[in-house]
T-cell receptor, first 115, second 115 residues
Framework: KAGVTQTPRYLIKTRGQQVTLSCSPISGHRSVSWYQQTPGQGLQFLFEYFSETQRNKGNFPGRFSGRQFSNSRSEMNVSTLELGDSALYLC??????????????FGPGTRLTVL | DAKTTQPTSMDCAEGRAANLPCNHSTISGNEYVYWYRQIHSQGPQYIIHGLKNNETNEMASLIITEDRKSSTLILPHATLRDTAVYYCIVRGPWGSGGGADGLTFGKGTHLIIQP
């Protein structure tokens, strides 16, 4: 089975611009989560989508948003980019197993640099 | 989710078993122990999970103490490619995150395999 794929892998933007990142989950996985990883804050949960609905959200400003499509593919959008948004953005998909087992499988990430 | 404590870094000789400890003294009865690792700038890789019994797969073994307050991840024959940051995460079933789901990553253990 193909793993989680993310596009693009690298992206350079300038302050004030917006960006859209894409994630294709493992076939059959309906839960997609997004994380931000920075050297200072480590890996932090952004939000999770399940069946096209945002189920949960981490502690990030409204500039960070996402959506999920009927085929479970997901996009996240960051508007009005700030220098501090430079990070590795990771997508993870999950096949919710019996008992609600929550094993997540991560993609390679998108490295966003904001200049 | 229960908090975990891991050593900041560890060394291990190539070919030897690497034993990575994790303390999770506040773990609840329905919380699983997950292990992930992250090789520099790549997405985290799922290794193994367990509830209370010891588990083994093709990558590693997980030993959970009887009181479930600590666990050890064992890489039986470490290679240079096992150099990575290893994260121990305790997590309840999906939907039990209290409104902010997702995995909570700490700082992990930086395992360095020495030739």
């Amino acid at each position: 089975k193909a793993g989680v794929t993310q596009t693009p892998r690298y992206l350079i933007k300038t302050r004030g611009q917006q960006v859209t990142l894409s994630c294709s989950p493992i076939s059959g996985h309906r839960s997609v989560s997004w994380y931000q990883q920075t050297p200072g804050q480590g890996l932090q949960f952004l939000f999770e989508y399940f069946s096209e609905t945002q189920r949960n959200k981490g502690n990030f400003p409204g500039r960070f948003s996402g959506r999920q499509f009927s085929n479970s593919r997901s996009e996240m959008n960051v508007s009005t980019l700030e220098l501090g948004d430079s990070a590795l953005y990771l997508c993870a998909s999950s096949l919710l197993g019996s008992g609600g087992l929550y094993t997540q499988y991560f993609g390679p990430g998108t490295r966003l640099t904001v200049l | 989710d229960a908090k975990t404590t891991q050593p900041t870094s560890m060394d291990c000789a190539e070919g030897r078993a690497a034993n990575l400890p994790c303390n999770h003294s506040t773990i609840s009865g329905n919380e699983y122990v997950y292990w992930y690792r992250q090789i520099h700038s790549q997405g985290p890789q799922y290794i193994i999970h367990g509830l209370k019994n010891n588990e083994t797969n093709e990558m590693a073994s997980l030993i959970i103490t009887e009181d479930r307050k600590s666990s050890t991840l064992i890489l039986p024959h470490a290679t240079l490619r096992d150099t990575a940051v290893y994260y121990c995460i305790v997590r309840g079933p999906w939907g039990s995150g209290g409104g902010a789901d997702g995995l909570t990553f700490g700082k992990g253990t930086h395992l360095i395999i020495q030739p």
